[in-house]
Structures are given as structure tokens and as C-alpha cells.
């Protein structure tokens, strides 16, 4: 039986090949490294525009969405957003969202996994270690 491979993205334009949002950021960098000119300025254009939104809120990474979050906020000129005005229509608008959205939901994830199971208030009462008095105070 064949296993799936990750899918190798390339930007269009360049030879720049990436599988993953952090292999995107590391071939941003690689552009954005190069020289002052229109070539540079392409490649930045159909970088942004070849990484679709599924890989990031795919991403499981919170660190590596925080980078790109920074990247595409804050980070070199051409990958950070454009100022007020001009963002509905620009390619980083929909990648942030999608990312804020992702590392939500893995807040959301690590947050629920450390709940004890059970009755929440008597549980979170027996995990704080809570005498048995002030349990049965608490509890309805």
C-alpha cells in the first residue's frame, strides 16, 4: 500500500520548493534575501499567492504560525499587509485569519485536554486539592 507523500508546492516564477508553512517561510526568507528589483518583487507576489489557506489552518505548529502571523503583519516589505484601505484584496488577508483562527483552535485544544474529566466544578475542585469540606460547600 502507498502512503501519502506531503505535496511539494513550488512558487511560480522561481525554483523554490516547499511542503509545509515553515518551508514557505523558509523560501520567503530566501526571497526576500535576494537583491532590490522586479524580479524580486514577482517572486514575492506569486509566493504569497501560491500558499493556499488549507496548509495553514492545517499547520499544528503554534511557534511556526507565530512566525508566519509576524511575517505577514510585520515582516519585509511585499509579505506584510498593506496599510489600512487596501487589505480586503490583498493574498495576506485571508492567510491571517486563517492563521489567528488555527492557533485559536489549538489553544482551545491544549486548554480542554488539561480539564480533568467528570463534573467540571468538582473535578477542578479535586485536581486543586481542595479539602473534602469546601467540595461539598462548592458543589451544587
Known amino acids: 500500500m502507498l502512503s501519502a507523500l506531503p505535496t511539494e508546492?513550488?512558487?511560480?516564477?522561481?525554483?523554490?520548493?516547499?511542503?509545509?508553512?515553515?518551508?514557505?517561510?523558509e523560501a520567503a526568507r530566501?526571497?526576500?534575501?535576494?537583491?532590490?528589483?522586479?524580479?524580486?518583487?514577482?517572486a514575492i507576489a506569486a509566493h504569497l499567492a501560491a500558499l493556499p489557506v488549507t496548509?495553514?489552518?492545517?499547520?499544528?505548529?503554534p511557534a511556526i504560525l507565530e512566525q508566519a502571523l509576524a511575517w505577514w503583519i510585520h515582516g519585509?516589505?511585499?509579505f506584510c499587509r498593506p496599510p489600512r484601505?487596501?487589505?480586503a484584496d490583498a493574498p495576506q488577508t485571508p492567510l491571517i485569519v486563517a492563521a489567528r483562527n488555527r492557533l485559536t483552535q489549538l489553544a482551545r485544544a491544549a486548554d480542554r485536554a488539561g480539564m480533568p474529566d467528570g463534573d467540571n466544578l468538582r473535578a477542578a475542585h479535586?485536581?486543586?486539592g481542595a479539602p473534602e469540606s469546601e467540595r461539598r460547600a462548592s458543589s451544587p
Open 55 to 61: 496548509l495553514v489552518s492545517g499547520c499544528d505548529a
Open 30 to 42: 530566501r526571497i526576500n534575501g535576494r537583491r532590490a528589483s522586479e524580479a524580486r518583487h514577482h
Open 126 to 128: 479535586a485536581a486543586a
Open 76 to 78: 519585509a516589505s511585499g
Open 85 to 87: 484601505g487596501l487589505r
Open 9 to 25: 508546492y513550488v512558487t511560480p516564477g522561481t525554483r523554490l520548493v516547499w511542503r509545509d508553512l515553515a518551508g514557505w517561510l
